[in-house]
Nanobody, 124 residues
Framework: QVQLVESGGGLVQAGGSLRLSCAAS????????MGWFRQAPAKEREFVAV????????YYADSVKGRFTISRDNAKSTVYLQMNSLKPEDTAVYYC?????????????????WGQGTQVTVSS
């Protein structure tokens, strides 16, 4: 089992920044890759970014590339999502997810464990 707890969401003006955190605990073999997803009202959950625990390989959705940065602190078992130049369309509930696969990928089906989500609201 893997437990994921997100934090760091909130209300910010357009152009501002937020940093989300995801504290992971439980079986390490079940969380080889960590991803961030988001879900806006009446929309499907969509991929944001992914990182592997074993190295620094990352991958981003085109919509956030150049503005968001995913990183991890192995000693703290925590994954971060630094979000800069936020736009109103970034407003969503952001979820952290863990995949036992080494790739992770962009599909929600590749992830086995999910956090409870944290709300990010960007005002114009």
């Amino acid at each position: 089992q893997v437990q994921l707890v997100e934090s760091g969401g909130g209300l910010v003006q357009a152009g501002g920044s937020l940093r989300l955190s995801c504290a992971a605990s439980g079986r390490t073999s079940s969380r080889n890759a960590m991803g961030w997803f988001r879900q806006a009202p009446a929309k499907e959950r969509e991929f944001v970014a992914v990182i592997r625990w074993s190295d620094t390989i990352t991958y981003y959705a085109d919509s956030v590339k150049g503005r968001f940065t995913i990183s991890r602190d192995n000693a703290k078992s925590t994954v971060y999502l630094q979000m800069n130049s936020l736009k109103p369309e970034d407003t969503a509930v952001y979820y952290c997810a863990a995949s036992s696969g080494i790739i992770g990928g962009t599909s929600t089906r590749n992830y086995d464990y999910w956090g409870q989500g944290t709300q990010v609201t960007v005002s114009s």
